[in-house]
Nanobody, 122 residues
Framework: QVQLVESGGGLVQAGGSLRLSCAASGRTFTNYAMGWFRQAPGKEREFVATISQSGRNTYYADSVKGRFTISRENAKNTVYLQMNSLKPEDTAVYYC???????????????WGQGTQVTVSS
């Protein structure tokens, strides 16, 4: 089993920034690709960003390209999501996930964190 714990969510005004962290434990972190997903009120959970095992490959949803950056520090067993130029439309619960491959499909991920709330006001 892999345990994932997100942190860094909160309330921020439009145009501001937040950095989310996801700390992993229980298995070898470097064996997993990682992803971030989010779920807004009344909507299905959607893909945000993903990063390969090595950290060399990343991919983003069109809605966040140029504003969000996913990264990882394997020595710390941690993946990050730096969110800049936040918009009210970014308000959602953000989930960290781990899986065997670099993917935009949520069912490709085997392990999920509990989520952290991000609220962007205007």
């Amino acid at each position: 089993q892999v345990q994932l714990v997100e942190s860094g969510g909160g309330l921020v005004q439009a145009g501001g920034s937040l950095r989310l962290s996801c700390a992993a434990s229980g298995r070898t972190f470097t064996n997993y690709a990682m992803g971030w997903f989010r779920q807004a009120p009344g909507k299905e959970r959607e893909f945000v960003a993903t990063i390969s095992q090595s950290g060399r490959n990343t991919y983003y949803a069109d809605s966040v390209k140029g504003r969000f950056t996913i990264s990882r520090e394997n020595a710390k067993n941690t993946v990050y999501l730096q969110m800049n130029s936040l918009k009210p439309e970014d308000t959602a619960v953000y989930y960290c996930a781990a899986g065997p491959t670099f993917s935009v499909i949520q069912t490709d991920y085997n392990y999920w964190g509990q989520g952290t709330q991000v609220t962007v006001s205007s």
